[in-house]
Nanobody, 122 residues
Framework: QVQLVESGGGLVQAGESLRLSCAAS????????MGWFRQAPGKEREFVAHISSSGGIRRYADFVKGRFTISRDNAKNTIYLQMNSLRSEDTAVYYC???????????????WGQGTQVTVSS
């Protein structure tokens, strides 16, 4: 397993941007696919995006397509989530997670960070 720490959350206005980072420990980071999930108050955790271990495969939830971009830098043991054109409905705690192969369901992921709060005011 890897240990994950998210950062970069904050309070922004609708239409603005944020970039989340997720730093991983461990020499095996480059072998893991990674995902971003989010959880809003009173709602279940939902898939946002995932990226394969090499970065060659990226998938997004429909509600973020064209606005969010997932990327990774294996030399820095870090993945990113660039979030543009933020909306109030994007308000949530955002989590990164590691998995052996890219997956859409949170139950498939092995390791999780503690989350970072993103709040978008309208």
């Amino acid at each position: 397993q890897v240990q994950l720490v998210e950062s970069g959350g904050g309070l922004v206005q609708a239409g603005e941007s944020l970039r989340l980072s997720c730093a991983a420990s461990g020499r095996t980071f480059g072998t893991y696919a990674m995902g971003w999930f989010r959880q809003a108050p009173g709602k279940e955790r939902e898939f946002v995006a995932h990226i394969s271990s090499s970065g060659g495969i990226r998938r997004y939830a429909d509600f973020v397509k064209g606005r969010f971009t997932i990327s990774r830098d294996n030399a820095k043991n870090t993945i990113y989530l660039q979030m543009n054109s933020l909306r109030s409905e994007d308000t949530a705690v955002y989590y990164c997670a590691a998995v052996t192969v890219p997956a859409y369901y949170s139950r498939n992921y092995d390791s999780w960070g503690q989350g970072t709060q993103v709040t978008v005011s309208s």
